[in-house]
């Protein structure tokens, strides 16, 4: 079935340094990726997504990158502050289909 | 533009009894998503609503658990008899279906049961 893998499960990361989460899915037909911020106790936020016919956008100090050929994407966070602390989710959505499958998680702990 | 809004966002119940989560979408999205979030995980899909029609919800503890949506607005997911391995933070989500791919998540019901 569907299936999205994201690695790593936690990171940390030096507070001005750059952070990359990775994620793989398995559906081909897969052609929206977003990329969701949730703080402790908060609900999701998209803080960026990409669509299949790109391979990157970028919104200031955070990108996405996207291989099609290899099935993945990735985030990237440049010049990390204290308040990027969170735990990111990759997802990825059919092509046909609103249904969204999620990864795991990754938990990105920046030290001040 | 408000956004999702679920209520309660807190609840504590003992096993076997009943509970049910209520869901706004914002205005005008059609589709609707009840999520359960287990802690350290990412949100699995329980029901998918396009309107007031369950399209998905292959997820869903059929036994236990139902969802409404009437008049393709507010949603309403219940579990009767709660279980101890249904505490989670259940999670609704709303886009516009069509072209847009955007979701947008409420803030959640964090379900204790003891």
């Known amino acids: 079935g569907e299936n999205v893998e994201q690695h790593p499960s936690t990171l940390s990361v030096q507070e001005g340094d750059s952070a990359v989460i990775k994620c793989t899915y398995s559906d081909s037909a897969s052609n929206y990726f977003p990329w969701y911020k949730q703080e402790l106790g908060k609900r999701p936020q998209l803080i960026i997504d990409?669509?299949?016919?790109?391979g990157e956008k970028k919104d200031q100090r955070i990108a996405v990158t996207l291989n099609k050929t290899a099935k993945h994407f990735s985030l990237h966070i440049t010049e990390t502050q204290p308040e990027d602390s969170a735990v990111y989710f990759c997802?990825?959505?059919?092509?046909?289909?609103?249904?969204?499958?999620f990864g795991t998680g990754t938990r990105l702990k920046v030290l001040a | 533009e408000a956004g999702v809004v679920q209520s309660p966002r807190y609840k504590i119940i003992e096993k076997k009894q009943p509970v049910a989560f209520w869901c706004n979408p914002i205005s005008g999205h059609n589709t609707l998503y009840w999520y359960r979030q287990n802690l350290g995980q990412g949100p699995e899909l329980l029901i998918r609503y396009e309107n007031e029609e369950a399209v998905d919800d292959s997820q869903l503890p059929k036994d236990r658990f139902s969802a409404e949506r009437l008049k393709g607005v507010d949603s309403t997911l219940k579990i009767q008899p709660a279980e101890l391995g249904d505490s989670a933070v259940y999670l609704c989500?709303?886009?516009?279906?069509?072209?847009?791919?955007?979701?947008?998540f409420g803030p959640g019901t964090r379900l204790t049961v003891t």
């Open positions: 990409i669509r299949s016919n790109v």
């Open positions: 997802a990825a959505r059919a092509s046909g289909t609103y249904k969204y499958i």
């Open positions: 989500a709303s886009s516009l279906g069509d072209s847009s791919y955007e979701q947008y």
